[in-house]
């Protein structure tokens, strides 16, 4: 009963059909008076484990969350929304502090959000007392926690203020980072019954990981950041120096970037996020400062340019992408001399030995993550405590098809000549006594005199450097502290110079593109960015990415269309349908799309194929692979994931394009992929995965649904 009408807000206000895994049952708990641990990763729709409740309880909700930017955020969006709410905390004027403060005490709002320092000041705490606070959620908890990597001693008060308030609200703490053993601190330190943590997979369905190492990072980041030009991503550097140069370098280069880290100003630090925020630039370099309470939800791809301090910070910044649920890249360019400046860190800090320790456990397995060859979403699903994950199918390691070469003479060569110069030098150095190059430094070492001097000469200095960048990524030669490390030789090495192990080395990882181009989504989007700037509030406020790319697909063109597309709520389509369908069906007219009034998806498919004399990008791929094309190789040449032209195949049949079906899903799989299917239902891929042997791929099973809809 009450999750139906739970059910009933979440469509007429959110605009969503139905419940995501975990949501239901945190509510159901809630509702029912339980307080509630809520794991779920970032973008998992955790604001609406406490924002319907909110509606169906009597009294407020507090929200006491760490994050200042992102209240704004959150009240802006559900102003939108039409649930009225506030934020209290060190941003607000005093005049409007007082104004709010009033509108508390007159039972104003549904759902307030507060800074835990809030709880320290006395009167606020009597105002708290004097009005009905029927939930409290506890917004990033693992802050409660001095095991978790972000620990708030003002945390701590919360449990003071639950015990001040009567009745007793029923208390809902909820985070996306938890190891096992943040996970148990927070439980006790509320206590909430080991019955009431509710825990849905890390998984981020959406987002495909990589890591790239032993390649030319500035290279390769200029280059990711060209061919994707047009989507917002955010860059992570280590130090407020590498920020400052790499955004120097992006900016001369002519790309629109944004920079942030502590040491700016905070006017200039807000401008730059602000102009992020509202898509005016597209990328955003940064340390570690940026991001807490960065709720833009069309992120594409968050790219470290250096490792970060463990796998919890990784994981929530990466997963500052893709929020919105679309396709989007996390790629880690891993140098393995870079965990010198975390050590540091570490080693710099106050904590006590102990915890020291304990974080450098965690920076160990950080740099495991650099080297695993495995899947990479497994490996972080496994350290979060998840028992058995199955591989992502999507990250750089299931994806890698890249062939692999025999170094192992030119590695000899290397490491040779490393151990000739007595493992004093750097890699630039080394490289240039491996070209023979004519530097005078060179022959006052009297490096020209070596027998490995100049036994690369066919190399350029560059191609050597990256070969030794390669062999330290391997783990054949281990650098020292410091900005111009020596590298000496390994374990590992000293196998391969006596001939007991080969090095293969992989092509280059070339860089693809995260979205393909749709013409209507951008006309879309551009009517969004004129909307927001009119309403002063980010884009993705008005509608997210993923709205905008189902209506692009399925061309609403009436009002009753336009209320069955995901996030388009009751408000929402008041405020803005008319000005959305205007254009859709402009753009239809222009382009010679016809579409009848009713609203039918195999009508709308049929006259997706859009502009005359335009061929639709999965046409394309069909040729080259009616021609006899591998899907990595078509992959590859337009420069593309193989996801994306897995995808574009599929979509081949709804066209009228016939393919082999028994190219994708080897016969004797069909049996027990249909098992698999009517066993574990067809909404989600994983669970049917889970079920199946190992050697059946994601593809294999997406193709079988796909045939089933049109055998
Ligand atoms: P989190 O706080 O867990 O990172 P959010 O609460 O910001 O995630 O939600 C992420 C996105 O998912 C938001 O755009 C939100 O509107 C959307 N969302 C939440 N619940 C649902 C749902 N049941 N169906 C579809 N989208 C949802």
Redesign the pocket.
């Known amino acids: 009963m009450l999750l139906k009408k739970a059910n009933d807000l979440?469509r007429s206000y959110?605009g969503?059909?139905?419940?995501?895994q975990g949501?239901d049952v945190i509510i159901q708990n809630v509702l029912g008076g339980n307080d509630t641990l809520g794991i779920?990763?970032?973008?998992?729709?955790?604001?609406?484990?406490y924002?319907i409740p909110s509606l169906m309880m009597r009294g407020v909700t507090l929200v006491i969350s760490p994050l200042i930017s992102l209240m704004k955020d959150?009240v802006d969006?559900l102003d939108k929304l039409g649930i009225p709410s506030t934020y209290i905390n060190s941003s607000v004027s005093d005049k409007d502090l007082r104004e709010r403060l009033s509108g508390v005490y007159h039972g104003k709002f549904k759902l307030i959000y507060i800074a835990p320092e809030r709880l320290e000041a006395p009167s606020f705490l009597r105002l708290l007392q004097q009005i009905h606070i029927s939930l409290i959620a506890i917004?990033e908890a693992h802050c409660i926690s001095q095991w978790g990597h972000d620990f708030r001693p003002s945390y701590l008060k919360i449990q003071k203020l639950i015990a001040n308030i009567h009745p007793k609200p029923v208390i809902l703490a909820?985070t996306?980072t938890a190891t096992p053993q943040v996970r148990e601190d927070i439980r006790q330190l509320l206590h909430i019954k080991d019955n009431h943590v509710v825990v849905t997979g890390f998984a981020r369905e959406n987002l495909h990981f990589h890591v790239v190492k032993g390649q030319d990072r500035d290279l390769f980041l200029l280059d990711y950041l060209k061919k994707n030009s047009g989507q917002a991503g955010i860059i992570y550097a280590a130090t407020r120096k590498e920020v400052e140069r790499l955004h120097r370098q992006l900016v001369l280069k002519g790309i629109k970037a944004g920079k942030y880290h502590a040491g700016m100003p905070e006017n200039t630090r807000s401008q730059y996020q602000e102009q992020f925020l509202f898509d005016d630039i597209q990328v955003i370099v940064a340390t570690n400062a940026f991001g807490m309470g960065i709720?833009k939800?069309n992120v594409r791809f968050v790219i470290h340019y250096n490792i970060p301090s463990n796998l919890e910070a990784y994981y929530q910044e990466a997963?500052r992408a893709g929020?919105?649920?679309e396709d989007s890249d996390c790629i880690l360019l891993f140098a393995p001399q870079d965990s010198h400046i975390q050590s540091f860190l570490i080693e710099q800090s106050d904590m006590d030995e102990q915890r020291k320790e304990n974080e450098y456990g965690k920076l160990r397995k950080m740099m495991a993550y650099g080297h695993t060859e495995s899947c990479l979403q497994q490996y972080i699903l496994h350290y979060f405590g998840e028992e058995s994950p199955p591989e992502c199918g999507r990250c750089g390691n299931c994806t890698d098809d890249r062939e692999q070469m025999d170094v192992t003479v030119e590695a000899q060569k290397v490491l040779s000549c490393i151990r000739r110069m007595n493992e004093k030098f750097g890699k630039t150095m080394i490289a240039k006594v491996l070209t023979g190059s004519s530097d005078q430094k060179i022959r006052n070492f009297g490096f020209d005199k070596l027998s490995t001097y100049g036994i690369m000469s066919e190399k350029t200095q560059k191609e050597t450097v990256e070969l030794i960048d390669f062999l330290t990524a391997e783990g054949y030669l281990r650098p020292t502290d410091g900005t111009y490390p020596v590298l000496m030789l390994t374990e590992k090495a000293a196998a391969v110079l006596r001939g007991l192990q080969q090095v293969k080395r992989k092509e280059k990882v070339s860089v693809s593109q995260v979205v393909e181009d749709d013409q209507l989504f951008e006309v879309l989007r551009k009517l969004r960015r004129e909307i927001a700037a009119a309403e002063r509030v980010p884009p993705?406020i008005i509608f997210?990415d993923?709205t905008l790319k189902e209506m692009s697909a399925r061309l609403p063109m009436t009002g009753e269309e336009m209320r069955q597309m995901?996030?388009v709520g009751e408000k929402k389509l008041e405020a803005y349908g008319s000005a959305f369908l205007t254009e859709i069906v402009r753009y239809c007219k222009e382009n010679g799309i016809e579409r009848d009034g009713r609203f039918d998806l195999k009508n709308v498919q049929a006259a997706k194929p859009v502009k005359q004399g335009q061929t639709p990008s999965h046409h394309i791929t069909y040729e080259m692979w009616k021609k006899g094309m591998e899907i990595a190789e078509i992959a590859k040449e337009r420069g593309l994931s193989a996801r994306t032209i897995e995808t574009h195949l599929l979509k081949c049949p709804a066209d009228g394009l016939p393919v082999d079906w028994e190219a994708f899903i080897p016969e004797n799989y069909e049996e027990i992929i249909d098992e698999a299917v009517k066993e574990a239902g067809t909404e989600r891929l994983t669970p049917i995965k889970e079920l199946l042997p190992e050697e059946i791929s994601y593809f294999m099973i997406r193709a079988f649904l796909e045939k089933q809809k049109t055998v």
């Open positions: 979440l959110f969503y059909e139905q419940f995501r949501q779920m990763p970032t973008g998992g729709g955790k604001s609406v484990c924002q959150q969006a917004d909820l996306a709720n939800s997963g929020r919105d649920g993705y997210s993923t995901k996030g």
